[in-house]
Each structure stands twice: as structure tokens, then as C-alpha cells.
């Protein structure tokens, strides 16, 4: 059974930073298309990064330069650094997992942003 448990969400100022971890099991963080998505209150889920292939990354405009994706593959464990926070950060972040032709995602974890 594949289990993604997202954690490190939490309230910070702007300027501030946090790292999002998501554990895995059942899966793989090393052979199967990993990535981070957000969705805040009234908007649609969004991509933020993906980690891919030997080490490939692709992230959303709006935190390329801000966060870093990666994982550990002996801890199995899939990270996104998020640097210089902003208010339209603030989003419940899910964690997903790509392996064909199943697709599957963390129960999220909160981030709030303040002014």
C-alpha cells in the first residue's frame, strides 16, 4: 500500500522560510515522478515543482529561485525548501506520486503566510 504523509507546514512571516518533507512508502521517491502541488482557498490545485529522471526539475514560475525540491532516497523521502515566503504562498501543499498508471497524493499540509 502507497502512503505519502506530508509534514513542516506552519505559520511564518514574510521573508521567512520552511521545508516541506513528504515520507513515503510502498513507492519509490527515486524511480517514479515525484511533485509538489498547492491549492489555496478558491483556487484550482497548482503544480510548484517536480523532481524527475536522475535529477531533473521543473517549477512553477512563481517560486523558481524561491523553492528547491529533492528528495533522499535512502530515507525515502521527498523535501521541498521554501525560501523568502509570501503571502500568496499560503496553500495546503500535497505531496504526489506518479508511477502508471497510478497517481497518488498526500493528505497536505497547511502554510500560511502573513504580512
Known amino acids: 500500500q502507497v502512503q505519502l504523509v506530508e509534514s513542516g507546514g506552519g505559520l511564518v512571516q514574510a521573508g521567512e522560510s520552511l521545508r516541506l518533507s513528504c515520507a513515503c512508502s510502498g513507492i519509490r521517491v527515486s524511480a517514479n515522478f515525484m511533485a509538489w502541488y498547492r491549492q489555496a482557498p478558491g483556487k484550482q490545485r497548482e503544480l510548484v515543482a517536480r523532481l524527475f529522471g536522475e535529477d531533473t526539475t521543473n517549477y512553477a514560475g512563481s517560486v523558481r529561485g524561491r523553492f528547491t525540491i529533492s528528495r533522499d532516497n535512502a530515507k525515502n523521502t521527498l523535501y521541498l525548501q521554501m525560501n523568502s515566503l509570501k503571502p500568496e504562498d499560503t496553500a495546503v501543499y500535497y505531496c504526489?506520486?506518479?508511477?502508471?498508471?497510478?497517481?497518488?497524493w498526500g493528505q497536505g499540509t497547511q502554510v500560511t503566510v502573513s504580512s
Open positions: 504526489n506520486a506518479v508511477a502508471r498508471p497510478n497517481d497518488y
